[in-house]
């Protein structure tokens, strides 16, 4: 069992000596864990066959799942990517450093154990100072995804990955909460100025439009192979301490329908837990509650619904009822988290 250490990181010039080491344990094959603007990073040398198969192992995580390796800018992207097209060349000068996961044609370089087998590798550059510094240090490209075991809820918080990943990583660099809160999206670029959409994610469609001539949806999670498309397309995720089931509607709607279920779970002799926005929450009892923000604050809502998951390890029901939103915008994001973590069990009213 290792060592972890966590290092509260509240200067990028003050705590250089702890990102230089921070660095060093990458190239050294070792384990770290980094903010994001979207969900923190188990880090591992993306180049470095061994150092992304512990990853596998320190998050229980099937091996042909593939990894997203992260850079601290466009220039070095050339690191793992074979070909750079047009496409992707718009994406990145519009959407990068940010939320935005872009699938390349990887270098021989990258090992399979990066890719999950397949010829091409995924690659961002985070939105967060503190991330990008430490990419500097690190020098390669490196892995980096969710830092929590596997199935379980992306953390957003140091002390949420301290509860996964204590004595499996050598170094959590606490850079403070994650502001979006939901994995990045991830893109495939074709050849006619089109980008296809494999995992919805901070970067919305309508975002996505203003740069390329088309965008759509991919619904085929994996390859002929059976071997999933992009990371986390093909197991379960996402998942809470107890079953949930999750209602998208009007706030009286939502109300009326969870107090029906609420009723019938009360009755069955169940202790029910409340994922919902300020305004439904005024209508149940007050405990074993967690409130995100206001409704159709999407935000709010992503920025908070992994801790709100997470919630639920402390104080343990038997159901978790949540509230949903639509599926429009970073709407998208969110529900296809939220589907996930209820097991399909959601309710549009």
Known sequence: ??????????????????????????????LVVFPTETVYGIGANGLDADACRSIYTAKGRPSDNPLILTVPDKQSVLQAAAVITATAQKLM??????????????????????????????????????????????????????????????????????????????????????????????????????????RPGGVTVDMLQEVVGHVRIDTSLVTGKGVPKAPGMKYRHYAPAAPMMAVVGTVSAVTDKLQELYAAAVGEGKTVGFLVSREVGLHFPQENMYIWGSHNDKAALASQLYTGLLFFDSDPVDLILAEGTDDSGLGMAIMNRMKKAAGGQVILL
């Open 93 to 198: 000068d519009r959407f990068w450093p940010g939320p935005l996961t872009i699938i390349f044609p990887r270098q021989k370089t990258v090992p399979d154990a990066a890719t999950g087998g397949l010829d091409t590798v995924a690659l961002r550059c985070p939105d967060h100072a503190v991330a990008r510094a430490f990419l500097q240090y690190a020098g390669v490209p490196v892995a980096g995804p969710s830092a929590n075991l596997s199935t379980r809820p992306s953390p957003t918080t140091a002390a949420e990955v301290l509860h996964d990943m204590d004595g499996r990583v050598d170094m959590i660099l606490d850079g403070g909460p994650c502001h979006i809160g939901v994995e990045s999206t991830i893109v495939e670029c074709n050849n006619d100025d089109t980008v296809t959409i494999l």
């Open 1 to 30: 069992m290792k060592r972890t250490n966590l290092v509260h990181i509240t200067d990028i010039e003050k705590d250089a000596a702890v990102l230089r080491e921070a660095g060093r344990i990458i190239r050294c094959g070792g």
